[in-house]
């Protein structure tokens, strides 16, 4: 797959975005806007928490109403949950003024939101904002700005590939850094690209490349009330449009999927407080989804995050945390290693040098995990950080 990157969640032909601040947060910008010229096919996926973000709730609508949108309005700094049935009508209204100012349908307008949970949101200052939003600026980096809360950077992604003999591109935009751990979604996410597709098949595509990307990601075991990954596709790029039989479907799948992991791993490593980004790979198993299971409990485990933060490759923690996935092994044939230090080969201690050999590789800002379990010829990877002392800090005074 040849990949060019360049560019940012605009990018991609008839897309434009821009983010400024309305003051719901003290001073970084808090609301944005995605426009897409024409109409586009809109897939998206949502939190599996009980309780839900109003936003949640009237994307749904919209996307019931109408597989096509042309906008999404978010905000960050108020997640617009719990907050009854104001929430809701405030969540209807950020929609209604959104689609009055662009002048489209109310249906094609998605909204998201993220932050403080609980907290009614500030009206007068939303839809001051979304007045002042300019539908036709190419501001990826304001937009992308818009939607961090606790994030230290933001997240994007932008790549170009040749599908049919015309240039196609695909580009992303994420935030999350803490309450991250997913269920058939994860903290926001947001892609845009020109690319012609069936409605139907770009749904089953982005379900499918969530599996394999942001589902694989953990931070501290919290799933948001609020995660969203919405993908958008306007057509604009004159493709034959994509579906199961189009010769070059696997070419555009791996293409979304490339987007979606560069985002993820943006994530995992950007966890609140996080000093390291963790890969956890789980090799020779009987299932796919099996694979997937152990690699997240592994770096999902905090006794693994700790020991990992504090640069002690005990992988007592590592073995321990496949043990109680709930997949079942063979526990004489398992091999461990640590950024290419064996550790453990078919479930037997490997004597290793810790202070001049693995001290030296847990400094380094990504430690690999490679677990061979010796029982199939599947494979899967996860993506998380270590537990450090910030993130304590950083969430005993989230609303501070």
């Known amino acids: ?97 959104t689609a009055k100012k662009i002048n489209v349908p109310e249906e094609y307008v998605t909204v998201a939101s993220t932050g403080v949970i609980g907290v009614p949101l500030n009206m007068p200052l939303v839809l001051d904002g979304i007045a002042q939003l300019d539908e036709q600026l190419s501001n990826g980096k304001g ?36 309450m991250i751990n997913p269920n058939m979604a994860t903290l926001l996410g947001f892609i845009t690209t020109d690319a012609a597709i069936e409605g139907a098949y770009l749904d089953k595509l982005l379900r499918q490349t ?15 009330t609020n995660d969203m990954v919405l993908v958008m596709a306007n057509g604009m790029a004159g493709n034959k449009p994509i579906s199961a039989h189009h010769p070059e479907m696997t070419l555009f799948k791996e293409a979304l999927l490339y987007v979606c992991t560069v985002l993820s791993k943006k994530v995992a490593e950007d966890g609140e407080g996080a000093t390291k980004l963790i890969e956890v790979t789980v090799n020779g198993a009987l299932h796919k989804e099996e694979a997937r299971l152990i690699a997240k409990t592994v770096v999902g485990s905090n006794l693994v995050k700790a020991a990992f933060f504090g640069e002690d490759g005990n992988w007592g923690r590592i073995i321990d945390a ?3 996935s709930g997949v079942p092994v063979n526990p004489d044939t398992v091999d461990i290693s640590i950024s290419d230090v064996a550790v453990l080969v078919q479930s037997e201690p490997v004597e290793v040098d810790e202070a001049a050999v693995l001290s030296p590789v847990l400094q ?30 950083i969430n005993a005074a989230y609303r501070t």
């Open 1 to 97: 797959m040849n990949l060019v990157h360049e560019g940012h969640i605009a990018t991609p032909k008839g897309f434009y975005a821009d983010g400024l601040h309305a003051g719901l947060k003290r001073m970084k910008k808090d609301i944005g806007l995605i426009y897409s010229e024409v109409p586009a096919q809109t897939a998206a996926v949502y939190t599996q928490n009980s309780f839900k973000g109003a936003p949640i709730t009237v994307t749904q609508d919209s996307l019931a109403s109408s597989a096509e949108t042309q906008v999404l309005i978010v905000n960050s700094g108020n997640a617009n949950t719990c907050t009854g049935k104001q929430g809701l009508a405030d969540a209807y209204a950020m929609r209604l003024a």
């Open 143 to 178: 937009f992308q700005e818009a939607i961090l809360t606790t994030d230290k950077t933001i997240k994007d992604v932008c790549i170009t590939i040749q599908l049919d003999g015309q240039r196609v591109t695909i580009a992303g935009a994420a935030k999350g850094s803490g």
């Open 364 to 393: 380094q800002k990504e430690v690999s995990v490679v677990i061979d379990l010796h029982l199939g010829t599947e494979t899967g990877t996860a993506w998380g950080c270590d537990l450090s002392y910030d993130y304590v800090k």
């Open 322 to 324: 496949v043990g109680y």
């Open 210 to 224: 969530i599996e394999a990307s942001f589902n694989q990601i953990t931070i501290d075991g919290d799933t948001s």
